[in-house]
């Protein structure tokens, strides 16, 4: 079982920026295709990012390409979001999962990811 774990969320001004870390201490996550996904309170939950297992190819939605950048430290077993240029829209509970030597045809789909941390909340207000 991997246990994954979000830190970085926090409250952020509209132009801001944050950077979240996923990390795991069980297991390593060079194998794992690691997403990023996020929630608001009375919206599905939606894609936004994903970094592949095997040769570091990144994904990006729409609402959010150009201004976040995932990255990941296998060193460390850590992987980034940064994100900039924040707007309130942005705000929601953001969630790291895994998709073991993923991703698969579709990055964006949750039920792709085996594991997934409990979230931190990104809020984006001034």
């Known amino acids: 079982q991997v246990q994954l774990v979000e830190s970085g969320g926090g409250l952020v001004q509209p132009g801001g920026s944050l950077t979240l870390s996923c990390a795991t201490s069980q297991y390593t996550l060079d194998y794992y295709a690691v997403g990023w996904f996020r929630q608001a309170p009375g919206r599905e939950r939606e894609a936004i990012s994903c970094i592949s297992s095997t040769d570091d190819s990144t994904y990006y939605a729409d609402s959010v390409k150009g201004r976040f950048t995932i990255s990941r430290d296998n060193a460390k077993n850590m992987v980034y979001l940064q994100m900039n240029s924040l707007k309130p829209n942005d705000t929601a509970v953001y969630f790291c999962?895994?998709?073991?030597w993923g991703p698969g045809s579709d990055w964006s789909v949750a039920r792709e990811y085996d594991y997934w941390g409990q979230g931190t909340q990104v809020t984006v207000s001034s």
């Open positions: 999962a895994a998709d073991l």
